[in-house]
């Protein structure tokens, strides 16, 4: 069974600071993919950033990079310059490879405050 | 190139009664995906459909049902309501078997009193 955890139900953040968000997570795939998606206010679950699972490099867009250390489990967002807009949860997900399926974590709720 | 949009925006039913709602994919996509989302929770998966069949399903009753159409579009159903129905249902569009991501809709909020 695959399984993601967010261990951080809240957090908060001064408006161009630094936040990292922490995910784990469980599968005994060696094919795999893990996300970061954000959904604001208005609910729609938009794609942050993805991470191929065989990739040793760590994804970047933008603002947004990610720590990824497979033989730890582990799947951290990095948020840089951190902007009003950027307050929303913020959930971690799992897809095995050849599967649409996505597992999502319980999210985190990140406040930008100005 | 339309994004994926569904309807209802907001639905309210009480218990034991049934409900549909609806999903039309983005344009070039062939797969649609369901997913609930409780209050507080992440979503969690239904089911998904592959042209115009069910193509894997997660742990949620028989009562839970959908259909996709010939242009890819989509409808669940959920029968006998009962209040833990209650959630934010989301359905994802993509193309099954690349490895693109997930396109998600605004979602439905169904209230089951």
């Known amino acids: 069974a695959q399984t993601v955890t967010q261990s951080q139900p809240e957090m908060s953040v001064q408006e161009a600071e630094t936040v990292t968000l922490s995910c784990t997570y469980d599968t005994s795939e060696s094919n795999y993919y893990l996300f970061w998606y954000k959904q604001p206010p208005s609910r729609q679950m938009i794609l942050v950033i993805r991470q191929e699972a065989y990739k040793q490099q760590n994804a970047t867009e933008n603002r947004f990079s990610v720590n990824f250390q497979k033989a730890a489990k582990s799947f951290s967002l990095k948020i840089s310059d951190s902007q009003l807009g950027d307050t929303a949860m913020y959930f971690c997900a799992l897809r095995q490879g050849g599967s649409e399926k996505l597992v999502f974590g319980k999210g985190t709720k990140l406040t930008v405050n100005p | 190139e339309t994004g994926v949009t569904q309807s209802p925006t907001h639905l309210i039913k009480t218990r034991g009664q049934q409900v549909t709602l609806r999903c039309s994919s983005q344009?070039?996509?062939?797969?649609v995906s369901w997913y609930q989302q409780a209050l507080g929770q992440g979503p969690q998966f239904i089911f998904q459909?592959?042209?115009?069949?069910?193509?894997g399903r997660g742990n949620f009753p028989p009562r839970f049902s959908g259909l996709q159409f010939p242009n890819y579009s989509s409808e669940l159903n959920v029968n006998a309501l009962e209040l833990d129905d209650s959630a934010l249902y989301l359905c994802?569009?993509?193309?099954?078997?690349?490895?693109?991501?997930?396109?998600f809709g605004p979602g439905t909020r169904l209230t089951v009193l």
């Open positions: 344009s070039g996509h062939n797969t």
């Open positions: 994802a569009s993509s193309s099954l078997g690349t490895a693109d991501e997930q396109f």
């Open positions: 459909y592959y042209r115009e069949e069910e193509n």
